[in-house]
Each structure stands twice: as structure tokens, then as C-alpha cells.
């Protein structure tokens, strides 16, 4: 999945910024504030879209690939089907997908990589080997051959990104843990008989878990490209649900005739990938730690 921050930049010191200062960077970090924007705007009409948009499933056999109009604002596709809503309501279950898929991962590379890097030793080497064996693989490679393996839709791509997604999680907290563990408050932390549980949650954790969100973040690109280029091959959402993937592979004969019908899909791809790519960045100027 994508490559994390530099881990020195969480070791400069132990505190958070407060809340002036947070409020401040929110304020002066123009990729949070876009990225937000953005990403808010298309889980709103994600959510409140199906609301008053006709059925996404719905045929209207006398507008058969038809353009643009009043009562269908984006269109039609070959079934007749509105084409505004199937991508509204695309937009629903894609995120819905990712952020769900994401979960198993967040909280298995964290517990993972934290343990490795605090504790280190034999387990330390055997979440090593298996982080060296699973990204001697391309990561879509991988999750396709799971979910192929497994089975096509919703559950097989959770199972297949649990299988495969902790692994940039626990790599990045391992490296940050490596060196906070080394800092001055840490070790004294430890030598004056603070319990080892505390010094992990008041301690590293804080650190850690920073390098995770922003990671997360920009993870959600990663795992939406997955979840559409499974729906594309067929093995993601399966039909009659609408998914952008599957609305790609549908209209992808028109392209040189109503070519709006395979690019409106893949321009929502485009800018939801923007969204979150934005505020992964913002987020990593709001959060940095400063002495």
C-alpha cells in the first residue's frame, strides 16, 4: 500500500500541539482545507443523493442511451438506467467498501507493528519475514489472486485486504516505535517503573498512531482503486449493485461514441482520489509534531 512519512518526524518531542496551535495549522494548510471540502462534499451526496435521485436499478425503456436532459441530467446508459443515480449511489458503496476493508488492517498494523518495534526480539523477526514475503508481491497482483481465490464480492475483498493491508501499517509504527523507544522520556519512563502498558499508550502510541492516520488517509485511494478495479474484472460488487468499476467495464464499448458514459465513473474515481490524497497531506501538516 503507500509508503508512510519519515518516522524522525514524530521523535522531535513528546507533546501534541494544543488547541490553538492545531486550529491555527487547520486554518494555514490550504491541502486540509480543500481536502476536506472535497471529501465531505462526496460523502454528502453519497449519503443524501439517493434521497430524492430516482432508483438506481430503475429501466426506462424509452430513453435508451440517452444524452443529457432535464430528466436525466447525466444521461442514460444501454438499459436505460439514470445514469447520475447509479454513480451517486456507486459513490455509496465504493466508500463504504473502503472504509470498512480498512478497519482489519488499521488495527492489525498498529497492535503488530507496535509489539515488533517496542518489544522487538523473535517477534519482531517473524512479523519482519512475513512483511518481506507479502510485498515481494504487487499489491493489486495479490488482492486480485485472494479475492479470486476466496470469492468474488463484498466479503472476499475484506478478507483479502485483512490478509494483505496491516502490512504498510505495521512497517511504518514499527520504524516510528524504533524511535521513540529511544527517547529520553521513554527510557526514563521505564526505569522509573512505569508499567510497560502505560508507557505504550501514553508514550508511543501518540506517535504512532499520527504516522497511522495520515496513512490511512491516503490508503483510501489505494483500497478505492482495488475495490473499482475489482469491480471491473467482475470480482467486486456484484450486480444489480452499482459500482464504478463494473459502470466502466458496461459503457467501455461507447467510448467513441457517448463517451461520458465510461468517463463520468472514472472523472468520480479521479476526484474522490484527490480528495483523499489532499487531506492525507493536510492532515500530515496539522498533526506534525514541533519541538
Known amino acids: 500500500m503507500s509508503a508512510g512519512l519519515d518516522p524522525a518526524l514524530l521523535a522531535d518531542d513528546q507533546p501534541q500541539p494544543d488547541g490553538q496551535s492545531l486550529a491555527r495549522r487547520v486554518r494555514s494548510s490550504p491541502p486540509f482545507i480543500a481536502g476536506s471540502a472535497l471529501v465531505l462534499a462526496i460523502v454528502l451526496i453519497a449519503v443524501l443523493g439517493p434521497i430524492w435521485l430516482p432508483s438506481p436499478t430503475a429501466q426506462d425503456p424509452n430513453a435508451l442511451l440517452a444524452g443529457p436532459s432535464g430528466s436525466h441530467w447525466l444521461g442514460t446508459d444501454q438499459l436505460g438506467r439514470d445514469t447520475l443515480s447509479r454513480l451517486v449511489s456507486a459513490a455509496g458503496t465504493d466508500l463504504r467498501i473502503a472504509i470498512t476493508a480498512l478497519i482489519a488492517p488499521f488495527v492489525t498494523g498498529i497492535v503488530l507493528g507496535t ?41 472476499g475483498i475484506y478478507v483479502a485486504l485483512a490478509i494483505v493491508g496491516w502490512v504498510t501499517y ?81 459503457n467501455q464499448n461507447f467510448i467513441t461514441t457517448l463517451w461520458w458514459l465510461p468517463a463520468e465513473p472514472g472523472f468520480a474515481v479521479v476526484l474522490t482520489g484527490i480528495g483523499f490524497a489532499l487531506l492525507a497531506d493536510g492532515i500530515a501538516d496539522v498533526w506534525r509534531v514541533r519541538r
Request: a neutral charge; zero cysteines.
Open 115 to 155: 509489539i515488533a518495534g517496542f518489544f522487538g526480539g523473535w517477534f519482531d523477526t517473524l512479523v519482519m519475514r512475513v512483511i518481506d514475503v507479502l510485498i515481494a508481491f504487487p499489491f493489486y497482483v495479490l488482492v486480485i489472486a485472494l479475492v479470486f481465490v476466496v470469492g468474488a464480492g463484498e466479503s
Open 170 to 250: 505495521a512497517r511504518v509504527v514499527r520504524a516510528v516505535t524504533l524511535v521513540v523507544r529511544r527517547q529520553d522520556w521513554v527510557t526514563a519512563a521505564r526505569q522509573g517503573g512505569v508499567p510497560t502498558w502505560r508507557v505504550i499508550v501514553r508514550h508511543v502510541l501518540p506517535h504512532t498512531l499520527t504516522q497511522a492516520v495520515v496513512l490511512l488517509a491516503s490508503d483510501m485511494v489505494v483500497v478505492i482503486v482495488a475495490v473499482i478495479t475489482l469491480g471491473y474484472l467482475g470480482l467486486g460488487v456484484q450486480a444489480p449493485t452499482p459500482d464504478w468499476g463494473s459502470m466502466i467495464f458496461d
